[in-house]
């Protein structure tokens, strides 16, 4: 088996469970489990959630519109606040009890802010861990996403409770530690060969274009705007559909 043996083989059962449901009606939906922190969670500007504008909501409809015949439901399983340990102890409840057809894994925002670079040895561990368990547990394909930017300056969006904790978000940023956790990222999709949604790489494309990737988040801090979930639903799909 080649380096990406086991990702194209769990893509490939993916779209048999979508064939399969197109020709019969009665066979389970494909069934999606999105794990994450806020983001996944729907959150957007303080205290507000959007469900329709949320990825894995976007990767439905682009499911749904690519293979009209076939029915998808997802799992919303975000949790606001938390960083991958809190994804590890949900994981079986959350995860691993639905059998899942595809898992989506979403972390490293909170992660980088609470573990600084002392605490990326322990993500990429943990990390890999987590896609072991949900391999060893169920027949799902995972795909892996690396975190969107966060803040690099000041700015309107930023609710007022949260004015006098920016600077930490913007060192995080600035300084490279959010790098490092995309970095481990990627690390772990290579070395437990498994899909890899690089939405960070994509986020330093539009700031080296030009783009102030700030006012690409709607909370001003480390929320993307409904847009950027939009495209980060789109890169999921590129990526499914690359692979096989």
């Not at 322990?122 to 547990?137: E, H, K, M, S």
């Not at 102030?212 to 847009?227: E, F, K, V």
């Amino acid at each position: 088996m080649d380096g990406n043996g086991f990702t194209m083989q769990n893509l490939a059962r993916f779209r048999q469970r979508i064939r399969e449901k197109a020709v019969d009606p009665s066979a389970p939906p494909v069934l999606i489990v999105a794990l994450g922190d806020s983001v996944t969670q729907g959150f957007m500007e303080e205290r507000r959630f959007d469900f329709e504008a949320v990825y894995h909501h976007r990767l439905k409809q682009l499911l749904e519109a690519r293979y009209p015949q076939t029915t998808f439901s997802v799992v919303n399983a975000g949790c606001g606040g938390e960083s991958l340990p809190g994804g590890a102890r949900r994981l079986d409840r959350d995860v691993i009890r639905h059998q899942p057809d595809l898992v989506l894994v979403a972390y490293g925002l909170n992660d980088a802010c609470g573990g600084g670079r002392a605490g990326v040895a322990a993500f990429q561990d943990g990390l890999a861990d987590l896609v072991r368990r949900i391999r060893g547990a169920t027949e799902a394909a995972v795909v892996l996403l690396t975190p969107n930017r966060m803040m690099t300056h000041d700015n309107d969006r930023v609710a007022p409770r949260w004015k006098t904790k920016v600077e930490p978000f913007i060192q995080t940023q600035r300084e490279g530690v959010l790098d490092a956790y995309a970095q481990a990222v990627r690390r772990v999709a290579a070395d437990q060969r498994v899909a890899l949604a690089d939405v960070y790489d994509a986020w330093c494309r539009l700031e080296a274009g030009g783009v102030d990737t700030t006012l690409c988040l709607s909370n001003g801090i480390n929320h993307p705007t409904a847009d950027m979930h939009a495209q980060t639903a789109r890169l999921i799909m590129q990526t499914i559909e690359s692979l096989g």
